[in-house]
């Protein structure tokens, strides 16, 4: 017997959780539109403006700015495969959550030679200690997280790029969770390789990757480009270093896919490419700092209800991220019951937690089109609701116009 199952009809839920959230319409929109292939002039003129549009995301002049084909991850893993080297590369791991914790399973996976600098989880790493590892170890590469959902901080990334200029590394930074929420300074920060994500303050669905890479770190790049000399390429006469361990992965090749070359790579996602030129466009139209300033305070207000509702807000205030907010669990209560009635109840999602956090903290973000006054409120509302429900002694009724009081 052959089932058909039903179409596609999921629920409208409001997505407050550390990520996905919900696609700004005018993405899901730009999304259906008809596909191009991937030669096609107007589809290359697409490439290229997203090109364009996301120099302008990530504040650079870098040429080297496009999309990997995967979720952010795909972009965290193109970086690290191309930079490392099995048994040759040294990377320094900025490391203070689970994000900071992927970027170890990823080294390790490639055979770096890694060393972390480590803070405890709702803490940053301070860049002095940065430095001091880094002086020590000497490493090749210095890879951090920006924002770590997983423990709302963001880390402080000034004087990283002066910081690996003077021992002659490049620096890898995550930022899919900020990226269009927090200023993510590429060039003011003096960094190499910066990636994201959609699914967080861009406000698109996930399966799209922009990155950016500086001049220099292309340059090394392409110094380990594929020949047809064969797997071992270090062999060559020609002094090529060893070839990069991925197919997929190889930013050589896709750096080739996205110039003037067009050297055909893989097939071009193009239903993701309009989803990510789109999210741009809305975020630039916007005007970038008019965004960070609205996810301030759609993050200033969560805050804000939180605490006025009773509640304790998780992670040092001075490096908490403006678009997610953690807070405590109360004591004796089932964080998972209070989901599934955000959930069933009112079509909202909050977020679990990981590691040393989980069943400790509720993670909530506004993000991208849900950094919004409406989706705030409705969001504290409906907690404070969930919470009342299961008997939890809240201060009834001041969440909101706490809340409201952020937006004057
Ligand atoms: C959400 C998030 C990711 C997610 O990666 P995906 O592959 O898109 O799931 C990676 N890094 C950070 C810092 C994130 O917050």
């Known amino acids: 017997m052959t089932d058909f ?3 596609i ?3 409208q839920r409001l997505l407050m959780g550390p990520g996905p959230v919900n696609a700004h319409p005018r993405v899901l929109r730009a ?4 596909l191009l292939g991937q030669f096609d002039p107007e589809m290359t003129a697409y490439m290229n403006e997203t090109m364009a549009l996301y120099r302008q995301l990530f504040r650079t002049q870098n040429r080297w700015t496009f999309l990997i084909d995967g979720t952010a991850r795909a972009a965290i893993e193109a970086a690290l495969v191309s930079l490392i080297d099995a048994g040759r590369t040294h990377v320094l791991i900025v490391r203070s959550g689970r994000f900071g914790l992927l970027l170890t399973e990823i080294c390790e996976r490639l055979g770096a030679d890694y060393e972390v600098v480590d803070a405890p989880w709702g803490e940053v790493v301070p860049m002095d200690a940065i430095r001091a590892k880094a002086l020590e170890f000497r490493p090749d590469v210095i890879a951090c997280v920006h924002g770590d959902t997983s423990t709302t901080m963001a880390q402080p990334l000034d004087g990283l790029g002066d910081l690996c200029r003077e021992i002659g ?5 995550d930022a899919t969770a900020t990226l269009g929420g927090m200023p993510i300074e590429t060039d003011g920060w003096g960094v190499d390789i910066v990636t994201a994500g959609l699914q967080k303050c861009l406000g698109g669905p996930s399966g799209s990757a922009p990155m950016t890479i500086s001049d220099r ?4 790049i392409f110094s380990r480009r594929h020949t047809e000399k064969g797997i071992r390429a270090a062999d060559a006469e020609d002094g090529h270093r060893p070839r990069i361990g991925s197919n997929y992965f190889d930013l050589a090749m896709i750096m080739d896919y996205w110039s003037e070359k067009r050297l055909n790579h893989h097939t071009e996602a193009t239903t993701m490419l309009y989803g990510a030129r789109e999210c741009a466009r809305v975020a630039l139209q916007e005007g970038l700092e008019a965004r960070f300033e609205r996810h ?4 200033a207000a969560m805050t804000a209800g939180l605490r006025a509702m009773g509640l304790s807000v998780y992670g040092d ?7 997610v907010t953690g807070v405590y669990i109360p004591k004796g209560l089932d964080g998972e019951r209070v989901r599934q009635r955000m959930r069933e109840d009112f079509e909202i999602e909050i977020g679990t937690a990981f590691g040393p956090l989980q069943g400790q903290i509720w993670r909530i973000g506004a993000m991208g089109y849900n950094a919004m006054k409406s989706k705030v409120l409705t969001t504290l509302a409906a907690l404070e609701a969930c ?6 002694a809240v201060n009834l009724g001041a969440a909101v116009p706490a809340a409201r009081e952020v937006w004057g």
């Open 9 to 11: 009809n999921p629920p």
């Open 296 to 299: 301030a305070k759609a993050g």
């Open 169 to 173: 590394a490049f620096s890898y930074v």
């Open 387 to 392: 919470l009342v429900a299961e008997g939890v």
């Open 317 to 323: 205030d001075r490096y908490r991220m403006t678009n």
């Open 217 to 220: 770190a292309a340059e090394f």
């Open 31 to 34: 999304m259906s539109a008809d």
């Open 5 to 7: 199952f039903g179409e």
